[in-house]
């Protein structure tokens, strides 16, 4: 199968004036000037998508979701539902890793390796953390550095829990075997093996992960924290985190992404080692919100949309080591997103090199099959 996306307007994340972009399976295979009459006389289908006023997007990496559902922390009645493949696509992502939360008493991470695959058989790629809030982490073979070398979806653990009173007070050498049998995990099986950290409200705030970097042998690119736009002294210590080579994501569970980026930015903080999540499902929080955010903090906010697209896209999958995400570029996957260029609706979505939303609805079929 071809698809051919004609003359829009390229981000790849950055600005790459008007491009067309070939796409032949599952890849990127040009970009650039693309005869069509020779494509024609391939005899071989392929679909044209006049892309003239969208802009041409990486589809969104969404590192931080509750796809089997969080929540649940004012009892039963509480608990989120999972996250569906149409709310992914119709969304713009096209990358998601998902996580366990508070509970995983009533919520396993068999579940989420099934829901990882089943969104990934829908053709959204989808991966997870192993673990969850507390220590000892819950894993799927008794190891975490088993967990990622055997388990081909596994990319690291977390959602860690540290300044919290939900989490489980762990000492800053409990996090240290934690993050190097996660390091050396990800080294045997050439994946991220990273360890992603839930920063709660508690006033010691990322104080432990600079100890760690300060007394243990640790990379700090393993080192992922994330809900960084809390408050202005977290995030104060995340951007002094990111100057030590760690990554730092921030949430939009609540509006107003927009001056929290700013102030990362204004304030020093390293621009390649910040991403974005939605953090979906927890109350309030839906994989919508990504694209939400970008457009108010373009529109109401004044950040330009080539200063905020790599946080959505390139950066999350340079943090998690998925190296044919996040960008644009032949040989990488054909995972795009269109967006119009005056209204920034999104019109077209693509992910494995097939379109899967096209004029703002759905074109998959109710049970995930593509039509």
């Known amino acids: 199968m071809l698809t051919l996306i004609r003359d ?21 295979a040009h970009v650039g000037p693309v005869d069509e009459a020779r494509l024609t ?21 969404d590192p931080h979701e509750h796809l089997i559902g969080a929540g649940g922390e004012k009892g039963f009645g509480s608990r989120m539902h999972e996250v569906t493949l149409e709310q992914l696509l119709l969304a713009g992502v096209t990358t998601v890793v998902g996580c366990l939360g508070t509970d995983s008493s009533t919520r396993h991470l068999g579940a989420l390796v099934g829901k990882a695959r089943q969104l990934t058989e829908g053709g959204v790629s989808a991966f997870l953390y192993t673990g969850g809030f507390h220590l000892p982490p819950r894993t799927l073979t008794g190891s975490i550095m088993d967990d990622l070398v055997l388990i081909d979806c596994v990319l690291g653990v977390g959602e860690l829990a540290i300044a919290d009173a939900r989490s489980s007070q762990p000492s800053v050498a409990e996090l240290a075997r934690v993050v190097a049998d996660t390091m050396v995990g990800g080294t045997l099986s050439g994946k991220a093996g990273v360890t992603h950290f839930h920063t709660g409200p508690g006033r010691a705030r990322m104080s432990q992960l600079h100890q760690l970097l300060d007394e243990y042998e640790v990379r700090p690119e393993c080192l992922y924290a994330t809900h960084a736009n809390r408050t202005e002294a977290l995030l104060d210590d995340a951007i002094s985190l990111s100057h030590r080579g760690a990554y730092i994501d921030m949430d939009t569970v609540d509006p107003g992404l927009g001056p929290w980026i700013r102030y990362y930015l204004e304030h020093g903080g390293v621009p390649e080692r910040l991403t974005v999540s939605s ?67 999104i019109v ?3 992910s494995k090199g097939r379109r899967r939303v096209g004029d703002g609805e759905l074109l998959i079929a109710p049970e995930g099959r593509g039509v």
């Open 279 to 345: 953090d979906a499902h927890t109350a309030g929080a839906e994989p919508g919100r990504l694209h939400e955010e970008l457009v108010a903090s373009v529109r109401e906010h004044g950040l330009a949309l080539e200063t905020l697209l790599p946080f959505f896209t390139a950066n999350p999958a340079a943090a998690l080591k998925l190296r044919q995400k996040g960008r644009i570029a032949p040989g990488l996957d054909g995972d795009l997103v269109l967006l119009d260029a005056g209204t920034l609706d």
């Open 41 to 61: 006389s391939l005899e071989v289908p392929c679909e044209v998508v006049d892309a003239r006023g969208c802009l041409v997007l990486p589809g969104f990496v």
């Open 8 to 28: 829009g307007q390229l981000l790849t994340p950055a600005p790459a004036g008007v491009q067309s972009v070939l796409l032949v399976g599952e890849r990127i």
């Open 348 to 350: 077209h979505v693509f």
